[in-house]
């Protein structure tokens, strides 16, 4: 049987910057993935949150969530609609039961999700929740977890302490990646942003660098049993 994986992203298109060139080429390898989005986007850009004068944005949003993830072969994409960039006003409970429910539904061997020392407090609480839903308990199906980073947010936090220890070479998958994130056009902006096709570009080859390799996405593993 295939394993089976589980992207847990904050908002819409932290899937694609953070882990969408290794979860393209673990799909060509035979593996099911399956991403939840727990965050509504758009709504932290005004003084106040106006979900009802921003449903034509939302709905735009929600076709390029799911154009991105058909675009690597991602079997089922969840959303949820938790308040942009104020998960902290959500009782934590509330998020750790959404990615409960989710995960009992996938039964994945492996999830992906945020570094806890990013700069947005929706990647720190998503991390925190991720952590909370897999406790590791006797019957706990998640096996291996690994942290992300994402552009704008991950090297913006001071001081810098994301320290990956697991690579994946993305050479044969980065353009998918590339392809992915020029869905999502309403996130797009232009470079010398990070959260650009140039920055996503830059930082995998830079990744790469490191460890010998023309393209790279770097995670920091949190838990792993073999």
Known sequence: MSKKIL?????????????FGT????????????????GEGKTSRDEERQV????????????????ANN??????VFVESFPDNRFDSVDLLDIIKVISKVKD??????????????????????YKAVVTATRPMRDECVKEIYSFEILSSTEWNYPISFSPDTYY??????????KAMKEYASELCAYPHPRSLEGIDLNAKYQGM???????EAFKSIRVLR
């Open 210 to 216: 490191r460890v010998g390799k023309k393209a790279v």
């Open 105 to 126: 539904e996938v039964k994945p061997d492996i999830i992906f999700t945020h570094y806890e020392h990013d700069l947005n407090i929706d990647h720190q609480i998503t």
């Open 23 to 38: 979860v393209a080429r673990l799909i060509q390898e035979g593996y099911g993935a399956y991403t939840l989005i727990l």
């Open 71 to 76: 675009t690597i072969g991602i079997k089922k």
């Open 7 to 19: 992207i847990v992203a904050a908002h819409p298109d932290d899937e694609v910057l953070g882990c």
């Open 52 to 67: 009802e004068n921003k449903k034509d944005e939302i709905t735009v949003l929600n076709d390029e969530i799911h154009n």
């Open 169 to 178: 070479n993305i050479s044969n998958t980065l353009d998918l990646k590339i």
